[in-house]
């Protein structure tokens, strides 16, 4: 098994869709939004994940995905390596065993260990434990965070642009700073 950024965004597109489905599909678009993923990419990483069985698809009209297992029964581990098993034409590099004359053999020990031990975490953290853990920490951010203001959306659905505020007398731009300095002329 590999740890990819595939695994990650994988874990967090499931953590999601655990979070809002409530046994209604959630469409793919709408996680896409959410947590800034390509969808073309969420689609790769849901087919994997719904041809090892941890997701179920519904077509049509208000269709999306759910989950097959209930969020404590279905491990991080579960998540990776459905998503970097049934990913579209790779090999997976990181089980070939080797030979005896293979270039590693000599820390072959030191890494079956470290993936024994990675795979032992991946495996006890659920993604039940990832809801609770979010939900934890979005309590705390509530407690400890300032009121932030969003200013108003314009009506042309575009966003509006940042302005930046020059801080006392330092020029904002290279034309302000050009008219700031004064300038010498040499003959």
Known sequence: MRLTTRGKLAVTAVTDLA???????????SISAR?????????DIFSALRRAGLVHSIRGPGGGYTL??????????DIVIASEKY?????????????????????AELWANFHSRVMEYLQSITVADLLTQ????ACH???SAAVVVAPPASTTGRRA??????SGDVPNSVFALGLAVPRTRTS
């Open 35 to 43: 947590q800034g993923i390509s969808l073309s990419y969420l689609e």
């Open 19 to 29: 979070l809002r489905s409530h046994g209604r599909p959630i469409a793919l678009p």
């Open 134 to 137: 979010r939900e934890a920490s």
């Open 161 to 166: 642009a940042k302005t930046q505020l020059p």
């Open 68 to 77: 097959t297992r209930p969020p404590q029964e279905l491990s991080v581990a």
């Open 87 to 107: 990913m579209g034409g790779a090999d997976d590099k990181g089980t070939d065993t080797g030979t005896a004359s293979a270039p590693g053999e000599m820390t």
């Open 141 to 143: 951010a509530d407690h």
